[in-house]
């Protein structure tokens, strides 16, 4: 076995007095995958800012190829040979590929920015993991998504990074996208690039990983060969407890409830003649590749990016979803899948979060009190946990951040529910209480829909599930359906292409 | 996943341009017909005069808005440049060096300041610069009763009124200070990194690029402009004046044309040769108004309507492009 | 630097290239003289005992021309030939204006347009630039009138100093220079008028407070802004009377022109001292609110003075102030057209032009109250005579 | 909802909250500690009331600022507005007693209808607010002075003045209680009530983030352009205070809207949207027009004023940003 890459010894850091991370230890061999798993809260993200130099550790020391370090910065770190491709990505969408690729580290010829020296190293780095057909000179916001995430690729490997850190790598990407992915970090792993993988998705960390590490409360609880361990052990390690079943159940099949929303025709710039009907009871899964259109059927159905054409009842009755307040009072609400962009204002109390809504939509100078207490009472029906109600909200966790949200609507009283990726970057405990929610709330009459990533939760909550292709309905499919069933319909072809 | 084919990195010249053509075409006919000659030397000189002035101030406040921040203290470090320029001149040729460069010193010291407060106090630099303006004020205030020192000679012929054919030797200054800025911002790295910053500072620190660096130098290379400004305009006056950075409204001014130019408030995209371009379309709107004798108040009414009717329209494209 | 040499060098360059220059020849001069104060804190270096001394001279001199008609009267004549000038007409007359940023100037400039329309025979164009108050634009302006074709060029330099080479430049282009109101520092403008100046002004009212106020008394001196030469020169001149008196001087505050501001500023003091015993200023635009602020206070009015602004002269009046205008008369815009057309016919002009300042005291103030102007008008606006008025004032 | 243990910043005492009145407060009592000092009766009711009675004014405009930059936008068109209504005023009143209160009407009308303006330019077309409001103060400079020939027309009557000028004598304890104090006490609790309004605290969303705002059925645009005719309409009111107190003048708003905007960012009002109170703007104007009094009171030399103005404000945004970001 050769020498690690990188080691942690004994990694401590605390913000305020508050210790976040204590006594880790790791190391990455070359050519391993190591992943990190812990539920949010657990030190993962600053455990990869100490790495990656943004932070520096109050105590223990960070080794690269048995050589204690201490990076004053993450430009430091960076020199160091160590990447990072983080989550949120961290490209300018004005700048080209090549100019986003070596910023920070611009190549130099006598003093000048050396602009076609960029140019080919980028396009020879672009071809180096099979993605030749990405022009270094494009302008970088107008690429997809998993473009974008392969640029962020490329900047970490332009460094010469020897590590590379991956953090929740596939949280923007769809089904297939997650493959090429695993393809690529295959490739880096046989140049002998050690790769330190931080997820939420279990499957992606068995298909990839070596060696697995779990973290709770700021400390390591074990570190595990993939091969030795399964995802139950795993998930009983981070939360110390085994999760009796991942799903809740479904809906009584012999009691349809009336339906609730009608869409005939719909279409707008990126919806063609969408037909649904959606029954009160019901969870309505949503499948499909990012891009499909999804998105913009939630979007339409909220009147974010209204349809143009077609119609919407909604309870028999005829609507005209041209924006969100039209959409609201409709009865339906939508917790959208940019919690941090879109989804809370993070500067803002955790009761201003959830009063957000019902201002908005019924702004009131009297009985006020009693809409405050009708929230008071959402916010610990659906378990928010905070320091208390007045807390900014941005300190809270994922999982209580979108718990807020829900609460939000929930004090609107609405018919319909549109989650789009409601358990995106929120950890297994969360996760599972939000998944009991939708559950809990279709029982109680709201029809809901459902858009997820993830097959195995869209499996596994739906009652029914819509695949999503190119702007249309492209199937059907009644619950039971297999992982198989929804990605031939996604792609439209035969899945043995994957 | 998007198929549409991926553009090359934006770079195109702003429509400023288009603006300025069609400004100097109708006024030209609106002029001939009102029986003027808008294209008469001494009217260009006149124009690229006072292109000159703000155009080196603006070029310099390009840097900062492309890099997310601003400096309102600029018409008093021109003021304050004016001065030391003259007074240490004192009308003699033998000062000159001497004189340029203590006053380039200290704009780069002012600019320091100000860079200093807006990233290590991370003051807001509205109320930062707003606030070393007024440090400044008090100091011209106290200071100086009115025009003081001697430009020297030399500085005077050249600078000040020598010309090329039709085009002022200040102006070329000013073509040779944008084209180091356009050279500055597209090849070298600091340029890249100011490009950056004021796009996404996040993903710049993440990167690697140094952001506090980035900006104090941004802010000193633009108090460096509106210093070269001060020296320009004491090369005009032949004195230096307390008063003549604020009397010109060079702040608010130079943020016109620069945001007239395509650059955009917000940070991260634009470009000098726009500026150049709003800073001509301000002159160009200067001397047509001129030569029609209109109540100069009336002129700034028309001024105030095309700054916001500009923005209006870049904010349109934007719009579309970032639609869906 | 490196731009520094980089200047140089191009100015070096084009030296040797021997290109075309708008530079005049004859270097500015004249730098001034300054007499230390007391109590008033140091003497303005825009002080110059002799130009002081001839103003005060001026104030007791009586005036040759026309009667009734101050804009063409001269106080101590000295003549210059004027006959290689001398153009048959009609004429283009070009005007560089400093700015018409304030009513003073507004109030004046409409008399000078008023002058032009009554000698429409003799005027076939007039062409009026307005500079904004901005030295630099002016420099453009004046150049830029250069090519225009002008018979005559009146300029109202924005500041002397600066705006001097862009007059000698344009002497040098042999057309006749009339400046007025402000001055150069040169001579080569056929003839520069304005009224006696601010010597005058700021002496005549500070004798006046001090006069009405106690040796020892206390003096709130108000002024618009710093570095203003006109009201420099008016400061400097009241500090030399005050310290002759031994008057205490107990307060200098700027008060940007700003009503708000001042009454602020007044109250304060008021609250400070207990009494202030007399107000001097530098300007009438904001006297009505010094004297507001000691009315709004309860407290009598103390000796104050004010310029020839409708708004002072009516609370003057209507409160039995014991005030004082001295006035830089806005009829001296009339001037220039006259004086103008006189070089254009080859006849002689006094040069300097100096004009009668008449200062409003109680005994004439009724005189120039006058209940039908606006507020900010100006009782010296000698344009009773000319087309459009009332109408083109109000 | 459930109070969690650990996760949370402990300190919280320690660290003065962001946007908190406190700072201003402190820095507050200091300047009045000097200025008591120096004028032992300065706190005394009679010079006390006429103090906050001229301060009025700028207390007002900081408190229309407030909502502005709160929602993530500027108005740099106040000062100007405040200009062009008194000399609007000035002409349309002339001196006629009859005319004062639908002229008064008419000014509050013209100061919404700019604050709709700025708003909707800034809402509707995109542009950003700090060209939309410099772009309306060079319409409002111009057009005024175009409209009045560079000298303002007309005379304010004393039934208009007495809003800014006059005060209820005789009133038991205090004495003199000026109108203006009393039109600045009515539109503050307005104030302070609009930002507890559902109004106001949406705004806050609105500034803080406009994105969730606009999918929490918040209309930003409507809420935005609301801001500025807030402070159109504050602008107004300033507008009356201010021709009352000292009459007709070009140079009635000069400045103001600098004055404004930094009284509200003193007041712990971040720029760029979402925090702060409406209380610290309000504050912090205070403080700043205490600040000028206390240099008035210890003969700071006119010209150094600015200076000290600059070093204030440096100071008082530099030291808490520095401190709170200490980590």
């Given amino acids: 076995m050769s020498d690690p890459l990188l080691a942690l010894r004994g990694i401590g850091k605390s913000f305020l007095g508050v210790r976040v991370l204590e006594g880790v230890d790791l190391d990455v061999l070359p050519g391993e995958v190591h992943a990190i798993v812990g539920e949010n809260g657990a030190g993962k993200s600053t455990l990869m800012k100490v790495v990656s130099g943004v932070y520096r550790p109050d105590e223990g020391a960070v080794e690269l190829a048995g050589v204690p370090r201490t990076f004053s910065g993450p430009r430091d770190a960076q020199r160091a040979g160590i990447g990072i491709v983080h989550q949120e990505f961290n490209l300018l969408p004005e700048r080209s590929v090549a100019e986003n690729v070596y910023l920070g580290h611009e190549p130099v010829r006598r003093g000048l920015v050396d602009r076609k020296a960029m140019l080919v190293r980028t396009a020879a780095l672009l071809a180096s993991i099979g993605e030749s057909s990405l022009p270094p000179g494009a302008c970088v916001g107008r690429l997809g998504v998993a473009r974008q995430q392969v640029v962020e690729i490329v900047k970490a490997l332009a460094l010469d990074a020897r590590l590379l850190i991956m953090d929740e790598p596939t949280a923007a990407l769809a089904d297939h996208e997650v493959e090429q992915l695993y393809a690529l970090v295959r490739r880096l792993q046989r140049q002998g690039i050690g790769v330190l993988y931080v997820s939420h998705r279990l499957r992606e960390v068995f298909d990839l990983a070596g060696r697995i590490t779990v973290l709770k409360d700021g400390r390591r609880v074990v570190t595990v060969d993939a091969a030795d361990t399964s995802a139950g052990q795993l998930v009983r390690h981070m939360v110390g407890r085994e999760l009796s079943g991942y799903y809740p159940g479904r809906a009584e099949r012999d009691d349809p409830g009336p339906v609730r929303l009608v869409v005939r025709g719909g279409g707008n710039r990126k919806l063609r003649g969408v037909d649904l009907r959606l029954r009160a009871g019901e969870v309505l899964g949503v499948g499909g590749l990012r891009g499909s259109g999804r998105s913009a059927l939630a979007r339409a159905l909220f009147g974010a990016a209204p349809f143009t054409t077609g119609q919407v009842t909604v309870d028999g009755a005829p609507v005209r979803l041209r924006s969100p307040r039209a959409a609201m009072r409709a009865g339906i609400a939508y917790v959208t899948e940019d919690r941090k962009g879109e989804g809370i204002v993070g500067g803002r109390s955790v009761l201003d979060n959830a009063l957000l809504a019902g201002r908005a939509i019924r702004p009131a100078w009297f009985g006020r009190g009693a809409r405050t207490a009708r929230v008071r009472e959402l916010l610990a029906a659906v378990d928010v946990r905070a320091a208390g109600e007045d807390q900014e909200i941005r300190f809270l966790s994922g999982g209580n951040q979108q718990k807020v949200v829900l609460a939000r609507w929930l004090a609107l009283g609405p018919g319909v529910l549109l989650f789009d990726e409601p358990t995106r970057g929120i950890d297994v405990g969360a996760k599972s209480a939000i998944h009991d929610l939708v559950r809990r709330l279709a029982r109680d009459g709201a029809a809901v829909l459902m858009i997820s990533s993830e097959l195995p939760e869209l499996l596994g909550m739906s009652d029914r599930i819509i695949v999503m292709r190119d702007g249309r309905i492209a199937g059907e499919l009644p619950a039971g359906a297999t992982e198989e069933d929804v990605l031939t319909l996604a792609l439209g072809a035969v899945p043995a292409a994957a | ?324 | ?394 | 909802m459930r109070i969690a243990e650990g996760r949370r910043p402990p300190a919280r005492i320690l660290r003065s909250r962001p946007g908190g009145v406190v700072p201003i407060l402190v820095i507050l009592a200091a300047l009045l500690v000097l200025l008591t000092i120096r004028q032992p009766d300065f706190l005394a009711p009679p010079s006390l009331m006429s103090f906050l009675g001229r301060s009025a004014p700028i207390i007002l405009l900081a408190a229309g600022q407030y909502f502005v930059i709160v929602s993530g936008e500027f108005d740099l068109s106040v000062g100007s507005l405040v200009t062009a209504q008194v000399v609007v005023a000035a002409r349309l009143i002339d001196s006629e007693p009859s005319r004062t209160w639908p002229v008064i009407g008419l000014l509050l009308a013209f100061g919404a209808a700019v604050g709709l303006v700025n708003g909707l330019v800034t809402t509707r077309l995109g542009v950003p607010s700090f060209i939309t409001t410099l772009g309306m103060f060079l319409i409002l400079v111009g057009a005024v002075y175009l409209w009045s020939d560079g000298a303002p027309k007309g005379g304010l009557t004393e039934e208009f003045r007495r809003f800014g000028r006059r005060a209820f004598e005789d009133v038991p304890l205090v004495g003199r209680v000026p109108y203006a104090l009393l039109v600045l006490l009515a539109v503050a609790g307005l104030a302070v009530l609009l930002t507890r309004s559902d109004f106001g605290r949406n705004l806050l969303a609105v500034g803080g983030n406009p994105r969730t705002a606009e999918l929490s059925g918040v209309r930003v645009w409507r809420a935005k352009t609301m801001a500025f005719v807030v402070s159109g309409l504050a602008a107004a009111v300033a507008a009356i205070l201010i021709g009352g107190y000292s009459g007709v003048s070009f140079q009635a708003g000069a400045g103001l809207e600098f004055g404004a905007i930094t009284a509200v960012v003193l007041g712990g009002v971040a720029l760029g949207g979402g925090r702060g109170s409406v209380a610290g703007a309000m504050l912090g104007a205070l403080t700043l027009e205490t600040l000028f009094a206390l240099m008035n009171f210890y003969g700071v030399s006119g010209a150094l004023k600015s200076t000290a103005q600059g070093a204030i404000i440096l100071l008082a945004v530099a030291v808490p940003s520095v401190r709170s970001s200490s980590r």
Wanted: charged share 15%; hydrophobic share 45%.
């Fill in chain 2, 1 to 324: 996943m998007s198929t549409a084919l991926p553009l090359p990195a934006g770079r195109t010249a702003p429509g400023v341009f288009v603006a300025l053509a069609l400004t100097l075409a109708a006024g030209w006919l609106i002029v001939t017909i009102d029986g003027g000659r808008l294209f008469s030397q001494p009217t260009i000189v006149s124009l690229l005069h006072v292109a000159a002035g703000l155009g080196l101030v603006a070029v310099g406040q390009t840097l900062v808005i492309i890099g997310g921040s601003l400096d309102l203290s600029v018409a008093y470090v021109i003021s304050l440049s004016t001065l030391v320029t003259a007074q240490t001149m004192a009308g003699s040729d033998g000062a000159l060096l001497p004189a340029v460069s203590l006053t380039l010193a200290v704009s780069a010291a002012i600019g320091f300041l100000n860079g200093l407060l807006v990233t290590k106090a991370r003051v807001n630099a509205f109320i930062a610069t707003v606030g070393v303006g007024l440090l400044l004020k008090g100091f011209l205030d106290s200071g100086y009763d009115g025009p003081a020192g001697e430009t020297a000679p030399a500085l005077v012929r050249s600078l000040g009124y020598q010309r090329v054919g039709p085009v002022p030797v200040s102006f070329l200054l000013l073509l040779a200070v944008a084209g180091a800025a356009w050279f500055v911002l597209a090849r070298t790295r600091f340029g890249h990194h100011l490009i950056a910053v004021g796009g996404d500072p996040e993903v710049a620190r993440l990167s690697g690029v140094r952001n506090d660096r980035v900006l104090v130098t941004a802010h000193v290379l633009c108090a460096l402009c509106a210093g070269l400004a001060g020296i320009y305009l004491a090369s005009r006056l032949g004195s230096g004046a307390p008063r003549v950075g604020t009397e010109g409204l060079y702040d608010l001014e130079s943020v016109a044309a620069v945001v007239l130019g395509g650059t955009a408030l917000a940070g991260g995209r634009g470009g000098v040769a726009g500026t150049i371009g709003g800073v001509l379309l301000l002159a160009s709107i200067d001397a047509i108004f001129n030569q029609l004798d209109v109540d100069a108040f009336f002129k700034q009414v028309i001024r105030g309507v095309i700054i916001v009717a500009a923005v209006a329209v870049y904010a349109r494209r934007t719009l579309r492009k970032a639609a869906f």
């Fill in chain 3, 1 to 394: 630097m490196r731009s520094s040499i980089a200047v140089a060098a191009i100015g070096a360059l084009l030296a040797l290239a021997g290109c075309a220059t708008d530079e005049p020849t004859t270097a500015a001069s004249g730098s001034a003289s300054g007499t230390p104060g007391s109590g008033t804190g140091e003497q303005s270096k825009f002080f110059v005992r002799a130009e002081y001394d001839k103003e005060l001279a001026l104030l007791d001199a009586t005036a040759t021309g026309p009667a009734g008609k101050p804009w063409e009267q001269v106080l101590n004549p000295a003549m210059v030939e004027t006959a290689k000038f001398k153009k048959p007409g009609p004429h283009k007359v070009c005007f560089s204006n400093a700015g018409l940023n304030n009513p003073w100037r507004q109030v004046g400039f409409k008399a000078m347009q008023a002058e032009v329309d009554t000698q429409q025979s003799r005027i076939r164009e007039f062409v009026h630039v307005d500079a904004e108050g901005k030295d630099q634009k002016q420099i453009a302006d004046i150049n830029d009138l250069l090519g225009k074709g002008c018979d005559a060029l009146i300029v109202s330099p924005n500041t002397t100093a600066t705006l001097t080479p862009a007059v000698e430049a344009a002497c040098q282009k042999g057309l006749p220079v009339i400046v007025f109101d402000r001055g150069v520092d040169s001579a080569c403008p056929v003839t520069f008028i304005n009224p006696i100046g601010g010597y005058g002004f700021g002496h005549v009212a500070a004798e006046f407070i001090s006069q009405k106020v106690k040796t020892g008394g206390k003096v709130l001196a108000l002024r618009i802004l710093p570095g203003v030469d006109v009201l420099e020169t008016r400061w400097s001149a009241a500090k030399v009377a005050f310290d002759k008196a031994g008057v205490d001087v107990v307060g200098v505050e700027f008060t940007d022109g700003d009503p708000a501001k001042t009454k602020k500023i007044v109250n304060d003091y008021i609250q400070r001292y207990g009494t202030i015993d007399g107000v001097w200023m530098d300007a009438g635009a904001v006297a009505v609110a010094a004297a507001e602020a000691f009315l709004d206070a309860g407290r009598p009015v103390p000796p104050i003075n004010g310029e020839d602004q409708l708004d002072f002269l009516r609370l003057w009046r209507d409160n039995k102030l014991t005030a004082i205008a001295p006035t830089y008369p806005t009829y001296q815009w009339r001037t220039p057209i006259i004086a103008a057309l006189r070089i254009l016919d080859g006849e002689p002009v006094s040069s300097p032009w100096k004009l009668p300042q008449p200062t409003i005291t109680q005994e004439n103030l009724e005189g120039y109250v006058d209940p039908d102007m606006p507020p900010l008008h100006y009782a010296m606006c000698g344009c009773a005579d000319l087309p459009g008025y009332p109408q083109r004032w109000k």
